[in-house]
């Protein structure tokens, strides 16, 4: 009689951020039997009272692929119940009487076997708590299913996580071709669900410190005064750090490095400069090698001070901000957006820096229409990989909200770039990855659900169903 066939269901925590695929592996060991499954939890076609490894893999465009730590189990034969009709009929004596008296002889033994299994695990859980990958086996007819079998997998291999605390980065992700009837689940019931995904479920804070729980106390007071919000601090472990010009400088910035699809510092975010921190922001877009600077905030906004003008105002004149002068060479105004060439010099050397200020997004909303931002990021995309050597600079005036919309966005249509209609966007996971390394990117609803309206829209102009641009919706 051939054996039976069963599958397993695995749970495992989801891993953080965007991937390209998900990979689920089971190797039986006995057989050199390797089954791959992919974007799936489900491992089917398998042989009962087998050995089987099981992991997973992640594959991330630009990134190599990274492994999961093995575990490994045995699967449990599950009987068909048809098959009872064939077990040849003994006596009571042997069917009823026999099996009775062992099982009463046997249940004193199996307590204390209990007993010192559940001492021996109590205390070896004290002694040792390497390996996390417990896992239970629940019968369910045909289907057995592992229960927490493999750990959080880490598609940042260069990212260390901060004194050796282990957060939880989930991801949710979609197919592209489900991305309008995700959206209309998002807008319906007046946003209930969006106001869930958001705020329930989405921004709880993630529990990283802040920069200024590892300063002395002394120097407290003047980092509080280089923060243009008090409550926009940057993350230390991800936070840009200057090189202190002397003894009584931190190196404190409110920047910080930001992951992106090719580099784990891919971009820079940060708050717009003040009249203290000028300074400090040509530092910072020195010693980075910065060469690209987003701008996506005015200057003044309905009578609000939002960012200090850090270049000088006319062109060709030369302003000195700490040991950098700075020239405007140029200037070429478009419809959305203002080009500066910059020319930095600091001793004898000189850099040639691009300053692309978007015009058309006022703080806290969205653009009105989403053509001309999506035009725009693409645009500094095709710029970047041939003209930019370092991070991507980006601010607004926090360098949180608009910021936060713009590099999700970045990263997201490269990724719908180079996958079908059937690949998956994970818009969720992305936001929470970038909230990893600062605080409140992607600051509200409204910011939230537009990334959701650019993909949708980039779906329907691709597969023919859109002929508008979409219009900033004023409902959020």
């Known amino acids: 009689m051939s054996p039976i066939l069963k599958e397993i269901e695995v749970d495992f925590d989801q891993p953080y951020g965007c991937f390209e695929r998900l990979i689920l592996i089971c190797e039986a060991t006995s057989l050199k039997q390797r089954k791959i499954f992919i974007n799936s939890t489900v491992c089917t076609d398998l042989i009962p009272k087998e050995y089987y490894r099981i992991y997973v893999e992640t594959k991330r465009i630009g990134w190599e692929t990274v492994t999961s730590e093995i575990v490994e189990t045995r699967l449990v034969f599950i009987s068909n119940d048809n098959n009872n009709e064939n077990m040849k009929k003994g006596s009571f004596v042997q069917s009823v009487l026999i099996p009775t008296m062992i099982g009463i002889l046997l249940i004193p033994i199996l307590i204390v076997l209990a007993a010192f299994i559940f001492v021996y695990r109590r205390r070896r859980q004290k002694h040792s708590n390497e390996r996390n990958n417990q896992f239970t086996i629940n019968h369910r007819n045909t289907t057995t299913k592992l229960s927490n079998i493999v750990n959080q997998v880490n598609i940042f291999p260069h990212t260390k996580q901060t004194n050796s605390k282990k957060h939880t980065f989930v991801s949710r992700p979609i197919r592209i071709k489900d991305l309008s ?67 009584c400088d931190s190196g404190y910035i409110n920047a910080n490095f930001i992951t992106g699809l090719h580099n784990p510092r891919e971009y820079i975010a940060c708050q717009g ?72 010099k600091k001793n004898d050397e000189t850099r040639s820096i691009k300053h692309y200020a978007f015009k058309m997004w006022d703080d806290h909303t969205v653009p009105t229409n989403s053509d001309m931002l999506i035009d725009f990021i693409r645009l500094i995309r095709s710029k970047y990989r041939s003209e930019c050597h370092g991070p991507i600079l980006i601010h607004c005036s926090a360098g949180v ?36 390394c600062r605080d409140k990117m992607v600051q509200n609803e409204h910011q939230y659900l537009f990334i959701y309206r650019c993909l949708k829209q980039e779906y329907e102009k691709r597969s023919g169903n859109s002929n508008h641009a979409i219009i900033a919706d004023d409902h959020v």
């Not at 700490?322 to 060479?329: A, E, K, M």
């Open 181 to 247: 009837s995700e959206y209309e689940q998002l807008i319906a019931n007046n946003y209930y669900n969006l106001s869930d995904e958001f705020h329930a479920r989405f921004l709880i804070k993630l529990k990283l410190r802040n920069s200024l729980e590892e300063i002395p106390e002394f120097t407290q007071c003047n980092q509080l005064l280089k923060n243009r919000y008090k409550d926009i601090i940057p993350y230390e472990h991800s936070r840009v750090k200057l090189i202190p010009i002397d003894e």
């Open 273 to 344: 400069p003040l009249k203290t921190t000028i300074n400090d922001h040509w530092q910072m877009i020195w010693e980075q090698n910065v060469t690209f600077i987003i701008m996506l905030t005015d200057l003044i906004e309905r009578g609000t001070n939002k960012c200090e003008r850090y270049w000088p105002s006319n062109l060709e004149d030369v302003e000195i901000f700490g040991n950098i002068s700075v020239c405007v060479t140029a200037c070429v105004n478009m419809n959305s957006y203002d080009l500066r060439s910059i020319q930095l």
């Open 401 to 436: 909200g608009r910021s936060g919309t713009f590099i999700a966005l970045d990263r997201l249509l490269q990724q719908f770039d180079k996958v079908s209609f059937y690949g998956y966007l994970d818009i969720y996971g992305t936001v929470l990855d970038m909230r990893r």
